[in-house]
């Protein structure tokens, strides 16, 4: 259980285009998923918090108008990189939290990641 | 600021050795911590956490020690294998009880057969 699923895996865009990315909860439900970035040898930068139904809430000098944030349901969140840059190409990886009863203490299950490349 | 840190950027270890990684984290507030580990080009995968009311958790040949007093959180893996070859982070929970999580630079583990 506990699964969590992101689509697609592996993308590779033209500088100007928007990149959409899917963060999945597979058998469970998700109030909230986080979004992160990752750089090459670096850690894992929080860049915003999504919660269903309401507005994500994004970490100081994440441009919320760059990287558009959608929790439309329990299981789903998407990110959307638009006109993307060079400079955007990372690894995005997302998480999801179960907020229930018996589930350990703000566990957070993560996907396996996107890699955007951006030419 | 709040910051989770990681004492060494790399360890090697002989394959059966054991293993310890240290994270140091500055925010004494923090009541929540995990260990991940992260291979190559996937996701982080949860490995054991531990709660501020507890000083050691036990798991399948991980040991997750927390030392309050000095704000230190180790791992410990037993009788190192190649596929524990991989990045290990600590992470804190955010005391503003959000759900975040704060993640140390992490340790690059080397296991050499």
């Known amino acids: 259980g506990a699964v969590v699923s992101q689509h697609p895996s592996r993308v590779i865009c033209k500088s100007g285009t928007s990149v959409k990315i899917e963060c999945r909860s597979l058998d469970f439900q998700a109030t909230t998923m986080f979004w992160y970035r990752q750089f090459p040898k670096k850690s894992l930068m929080l860049m915003a918090t999504s919660n269903e139904g309401s507005k994500a809430t994004y970490e100081q000098g994440v441009e919320k108008d760059k990287f558009l944030i959608n929790h439309a349901s329990l299981t789903l969140s998407t990110l959307t990189v638009t006109s993307a840059h060079p400079e955007d190409s990372s690894f995005y990886i997302c998480s999801a939290r179960e907020i229930r009863s018996g589930r350990a203490y703000n566990e957070q299950f993560f996907g396996p990641g996107t890699r955007l490349t951006v030419l | 600021g709040e910051s989770v840190g990681l004492h060494l950027p790399t360890l090697s270890v002989q394959e059966g050795d054991n293993s310890i990684i240290n994270c140091a984290y500055s925010?004494?507030?923090?009541?929540?911590f995990i260990w991940y580990k992260q291979e190559s080009g996937k996701g982080p995968q949860f490995i054991i956490d531990?709660?501020?009311?507890?000083d050691k958790r036990q798991g399948q040949r991980v040991t997750v020690l927390l030392n309050k007093t000095v704000k230190h959180l180790s791992l410990q893996i037993a009788a190192t294998q190649p596929g524990d070859s991989a990045v290990y982070f600590c992470?804190?929970?955010?005391?503003?009880?959000?759900?975040?999580?704060?993640f140390g630079q992490g340790t690059t583990l080397q296991v050499k057969p």
């Open positions: 531990i709660r501020s009311n507890m």
């Open positions: 925010n004494s507030a923090s009541d929540y």
């Open positions: 992470a804190e929970n955010a005391p503003s009880n959000t759900g975040k999580l704060i």
